[in-house]
């Protein structure tokens, strides 16, 4: 809970210092707590931190786990977390939830009205999450940077039930040449039943030069 929602139950600013020292409230940060005995959960957590990160969303790898598409079940995975404005997650939440944040513009939109970004399973209260298409684009726009080339083609090779008419609407509205260029290619070589359904001239390819990264991984071209 922050200091907006004990006001709204009453609970003034002076009243919430009384519980904090009575052991009826737990301070977690200045303006957030919690019940005592009862630790913060992953999904309320989000949902307040939405509140102050302008397009804040579980999204890539994060997201497609959520969603059911993965290639391993890590002991302890990190959350991918990407929002509109540079930020630092706050101590209260990565001591509990490991995650990293990403910066990140990806497509024409406002932090307001985020493309194909729903509350998780439609519930009420639930935090913002990436739909599989988006997560997706999300993984492959970190190839070269963050995200090794093998992990984000077998992400792609289990994808296969991505709707493509989500991921055309994705596509056409994506600023990374790199990742409409990559989505394409390895949609090709992986045979993927969606990558037939786009039209390769209907989107933002760049010119006809080839793309070229130097990483860990080598050399990366992408042709148009």
């Known amino acids: 809970m922050a200091s907006e929602d004990l006001a709204a139950l009453g609970i003034s600013a002076d009243l919430a210092v009384h519980y904090v020292r009575a052991g009826w409230l737990e301070r977690l940060a200045r303006g957030v707590y919690c019940r005592p005995n009862d630790p913060p959960a992953l999904h309320p957590s989000l949902t307040l931190l939405q509140r102050n990160f302008a ?3 579980v999204g890539g790898k994060s997201a497609l786990d ?3 598409i993965r290639q391993y079940v890590s002991q302890r995975p990190v959350l991918h977390l990407y929002g509109w404005k540079a930020g630092r997650l706050p101590d209260w939440f990565t001591e509990r939830f490991p995650a990293e944040y990403h910066r990140k513009r990806l497509f024409d939109e406002q932090p307001g009205a985020l493309l194909h970004v729903r509350p998780f399973e439609s519930r009420n209260g639930a935090p913002l999450v990436s739909a599989p298409e988006r997560a997706l684009l999300e993984v492959l726009s970190e190839v070269g940077v963050r995200q090794p080339l ?3 083609r077998e992400l792609v090779e289990s994808a296969y039930s991505l709707r ?3 991921l055309r609407d994705l596509l056409k509205r994506c600023l990374s ?3 409409v260029r990559l989505c394409l290619q ?3 070589e992986l045979q993927q039943p969606w990558v037939g359904k786009l039209d390769p001239s209907q989107l933002p390819k760049g010119s006809d030069r ?3 990264s130097r990483s860990a991984d080598g050399l990366l071209m992408l042709k148009p």
């Open 55 to 57: 397009g804040l969303h």
């Open 66 to 68: 959520w969603h059911g």
């Open 150 to 152: 093998q992990e984000a």
């Open 164 to 166: 493509a008419d989500v």
């Open 177 to 179: 040449v790199k990742t």
């Open 186 to 188: 390895l949609g090709r």
């Open 210 to 212: 080839p793309w070229v």
